[in-house]
């Protein structure tokens, strides 16, 4: 399940946050794909299926050699929800495959590997699939759900479980609440013997040897969950199999980006082939950047002014083509590069700045955008707000560019002149 779907989730057995009409936020999370997710599971000690990854068709019949298992289960690797019940742009349809025969696992792999899976999730080009996990099929007796995640209402993290699992965690928490189980967790104590047993049995792990399992599992899910500063470890299923064993069968790791310094190796994994690559560029700079489908591009500050400023653009009848949020503690080379991210997106005809300068230095803003648009001519109709912080000077520093530059102080006005300039 996607995080925008975990949000969903929470959201409806009151957890996490409230979002905005928008429905965006300023903040840029890591996810892997599933396979790499197993992997840091499995090196944590939770049980996870025997797989193996196929990334060159012409290199698939060496590996599938290797790989001899009594049933077969390929999954194309893609950030996106619905993978079995998506079609791929060949015609082809399920982005996950279940079979005994190790000649049809390659027929599946030639029509997955290089061509666009489109889901439920996915935009309606679709994501192109550059791997395919292929793993040993779990003969599943019982299938329970698990999740561990940073949630704000409880000021740390909570463990959710449920017995139903294998489904919609939505649905379930919309139409079974008394099928959800919410633990509170404390941060240095995390999953104990205690909780985990509880847990456990309110999954329905009663046998004496699974339930035994279910808590080392748990626990150790706990473990990575801190080791890797996780914002959410979600397993869907959690099964039980028939030979008395309990498995991480699906796995979704969502990560804070403010771990990255501690998570050098982990963060290296990220693909970034299926991002915005404005996106991907203004993180270099860490920046967030977030693509929209109007003409007005939006450089603002903190994520409830990009709220605030796309909602008036929109009031005003315009459409937001982006934002971009240069944060606090902003440089002047960081605002170059910002201002030369929001202008250089086609879809943007004209470009909003709206500052509040409270812990940003307006003065700096100024400098930033100058430098940019002298290097990079750029000449579309920027309106600008600046308020707080050396806006004096800030104002001052505009005006001598000598660059064209409309300043406005009042926000309604300010959104007014930006949706005018487009018709200008």
């Known amino acids: 399940m996607s995080a925008l779907l975990s949000r969903k989730l929470i959201g409806s057995i009151s957890s996490l946050s409230k979002y905005s009409q928008l429905g965006v936020l300023s903040i840029r999370n890591l996810n892997l794909l599933e396979y790499q997710s197993k992997e840091l599971l499995k090196d944590s000690g939770v049980s996870v299926q025997n797989f193996t990854i196929i990334d060159d068709v012409n290199k698939a019949d060496s590996a599938l050699s290797k790989f001899r298992v009594n049933e077969y289960v390929v999954k194309a690797q893609v950030l996106a929800g619905g993978r079995g019940k998506g079609w791929f742009d060949n015609g082809f349809k399920g982005g996950v495959h279940l079979t005994k025969d190790p000649k049809t696992v390659l027929d599946i792999i030639k029509k997955m590997l290089g061509h666009r899976l489109i889901t439920k999730q996915t935009t309606k080009d679709g994501i192109t699939v550059q791997k395919v996990m292929v793993a040993e099929s779990v003969d599943i007796k019982r299938e329970t759900y698990v999740c561990i995640l940073m949630d704000r209402s409880h000021n740390g993290p909570v463990l959710i479980a449920s017995p139903s699992g294998g489904m919609d965690i939505e649905a379930v928490a919309e139409k079974q609440p008394e099928a959800i189980k919410t633990v509170p967790l404390d941060i240095y104590f995390g999953i104990d013997d205690n909780i985990a047993q509880e847990v456990a049995e309110f999954l329905g792990f009663h046998d004496d040897e699974l339930k035994q399992k279910a808590i080392y599992e748990l626990k150790n899910l706990w473990k990575l969950f801190v ?62 950047y977030i693509s929209m489908t109007g003409n007005i591009g939006c450089l603002v500050n903190g994520a409830g002014l990009a709220m605030a400023t796309m909602d008036i653009i929109k009031m005003n009848g315009g459409e937001p083509a982006n934002f971009l949020d240069v944060g606090g503690n902003v440089t002047e080379d960081q605002v170059f590069q910002a201002f030369r991210i929001v202008a250089e997106d086609p879809t943007a005809q004209a470009i909003f700045v709206n500052i509040f300068g409270g812990i940003v230095n307006c003065a700096t803003i100024a400098k930033g955008m100058v430098a940019a648009s002298k290097a990079f001519g750029i000449n579309k109709p920027v309106i600008v707000r600046l308020q707080g912080t050396n806006m004096t000077a800030a104002r001052e520093i505009l005006e001598q560019s000598a660059l064209p530059f409309t300043m406005e102080g009042d926000l309604d006005n300010a959104a007014k002149k930006v949706v005018a300039a487009l018709n200008a």
Do not use: G, M
């Open 227 to 288: 080791d890797i500063d996780a914002l959410q470890i979600e397993i869907n299923p959690f099964v039980e199999t028939e030979d008395k064993q309990v498995i991480a069968v699906d796995a979704k790791i969502s990560f804070d980006d403010n771990a990255q310094f501690r998570q050098k190796d982990i963060f290296a994994l990220e693909d970034v082939s299926e991002k915005d690559p404005r996106e991907v560029e203004a993180a270099k700079y860490n920046l967030n």
